[in-house]
Each structure stands twice: as structure tokens, then as C-alpha cells.
């Protein structure tokens, strides 16, 4: 794989496709300046903003680009909440597509073929894998991303996090609740 990449890379800049530098600029910054801590930021807010919330329903792209983040594989979003009826998870069946501008980089697993075949035939096996059970009365909803739509799944806000400020609420957001694998963490067990 390193090896197709690096031949594709090659030819493109031959061709004056591609600049190197940019790229470079563009993997450095989505790789250590822009990762899964925006959307935790935009998930505290909407635990603790119930204006905002409405707004992130109405048109989840203008909501998120009011705390700042917006741009590339960010530029149609739509939020998927979590609920105790409903449960989320958003894959790209057909390759990677990622809301990068809230949570950077998709991971390695996000990428690969099984996740993205079981997500789809067995979403309650992969969540499972990732180590969360859910009542058996939730349902699950499975959200496809494309080119044009991007989704960030809101978590439930966890129990015990009552009157805790927006910065220790997006403590407890971890990456994976915003994808659906994974569920927000309990106040004290917070990284
Ligand atoms: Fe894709």
C-alpha cells in the first residue's frame, strides 16, 4: 500500500498535479491541529445549550461553523442524537468519508473493508467489539456518509454530569461516541 501511494504521489506531482508542500500542509494540519476535540466542543455546547442545540438541528454545518469549524470534508454536516430509543452510528460503506473539520482524521478501523461491510450487516456485533452493549429496546440507526454529507452523532449526556461547564463536558466526548462507536464517558472516568 505505502509503496501504490508513494507511486501515485509521484506521478501526480510529475504531472504538476499536485504541490507537495500543500499536501503536507494539509496532512500536518488535519493530522495535529484539527482533530476530535472540536466536535467535543460542539457536543458540550449542545448538551448545555438548548438554542444552540436547535440550531445544530436546523442546519448543523452554519451551528458548527459558529464555534469555527468548518472547511474541507466539513462542508455539509448533519447531527445524528443519540437518545435511549435510538442509538447511531455512521460509517462510509463506499470508502472514508469523514467529517474532518470536527474530527480530523478518520481512524485505521473507519477505513477498513470489515467495518464497513459488519457496520451495515451487524451493527450490534461491531458495537459489541468496541465494548458497548446496548438495551436490547434500543434501536440502531445506521448513517452512510458520501461526498456530500458528513454526520457527527451527538452522545447522551452522561449521568452525574449535571452543572458541570462546557470544557469539562467536552472531556468527556471521546472520539468514537461522535461516531456511534462508542458512548461518552461517566464523570471521573474522564482522560
Ligand atoms: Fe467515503
Redesign the pocket.
Known sequence: MELRVKALETILVEKGYVDPAALDVLIETYEHRIGPKNGARVVARAWSDADYLLRLRADATAAIAELGYSGRQGEHMRIAENTPEVHNLVV?T?????PWSVLGLPPVWYKSAPYRSRAVIDPRGVLRDFGVELPAGTKLRVWD???ELRYLVIPMRPAGSEGMDQDALAALVTRDSMIGAGLALTPGKAA
Open positions: 462510509c463506499l470508502c472514508s468519508c469523514y456518509s458520501t461526498a
